[in-house]
T-cell receptor, first 113, second 116 residues
């Protein structure tokens, strides 16, 4: 039972344009969400997070949007740069519980120069 | 700050041997550490939650006698893959969690295990 899903396994975007990565979850107890960037054979690197009390969080080129009613979050990267090419994972956590993260299946982003 | 290291970064072993992987939080004390494994082109699957001074909590389907976890101090957790088999070959990643109320997880660089 995949509680966190990223339905697009890959995405290609032209440099300078917006990249939109999507994530859906099923567990209504999740109240904290994160996005991580990962290169092969490396650990994930934290990008941005959002608490369920917010619907938007912005940090530089990265913005995360949360739609609780739809159980959907998205990561916007603008403008996209070739160095953004990596696999992006969303993760969800129930902070009333053990704080463990449940990761999505990942989306491979390729930013074309 | 918040640096997590893993050792070794890569290990190749023969089938039947045991392999120990260390996870250290270098600049903070972590009461909780997590162990994940990742198969190629797949998600990070949580294996277990490791709490300092107590037994680890394993996720459903993870054999606790196969994957021994010890969290002996606030900066060190170890994962021992016992009697390794080729199907245990994977990328193992640990994370260390800041204490409450932050609970942010910081990830190590991972360990590539190959069992021949």
């Amino acid at each position: 039972d995949q509680q966190v899903k990223q339905n697009s396994p890959s995405l290609s975007v032209q440099e300078g344009r917006i990249s939109i990565l999507n994530c859906d979850y099923t567990n209504s107890m999740f109240d904290y969400f994160l996005w991580y960037k990962k290169y092969p054979a490396e650990g994930p690197t934290f990008l941005i997070s959002i608490s369920s009390i917010k619907d938007k969080n912005e940090d530089g080129r990265f913005t995360v949007f949360l739609n609780k009613s739809a159980k959907h979050l998205s990561l916007h990267i603008v403008p996209s740069q070739p160095g953004d090419s990596a696999v992006y994972f969303c993760a969800a956590s129930d902070t009333s519980g053990t704080y463990k993260y449940i990761f999505g299946t990942g989306t491979r982003l390729k930013v074309l120069a | 700050g918040a640096v997590v290291s893993q050792h070794p970064s890569r290990v190749i072993c023969k089938s039947g041997t045991s392999v120990k992987i260390e996870c250290r939080s270098l600049d903070f004390q972590a009461t909780t550490m997590f162990w994940y494994r990742q198969f190629p082109k797949q998600s990070l699957m949580l294996m277990a939650t490791s709490n300092e001074g107590s037994k680890a909590t394993y996720e459903q389907g993870v054999e606790k006698d196969k994957f021994l976890i010890n969290h002996a101090s606030l900066t060190l957790s170890t994962l021992t893959v016992t009697s390794a088999h080729p199907e245990d070959s994977s990328f193992y990643i640990c994370s260390a969690s800041l204490p409450a109320p932050y609970n942010e997880q910081f990830f190590g660089p991972g360990t590539r295990l190959t069992v021949l």
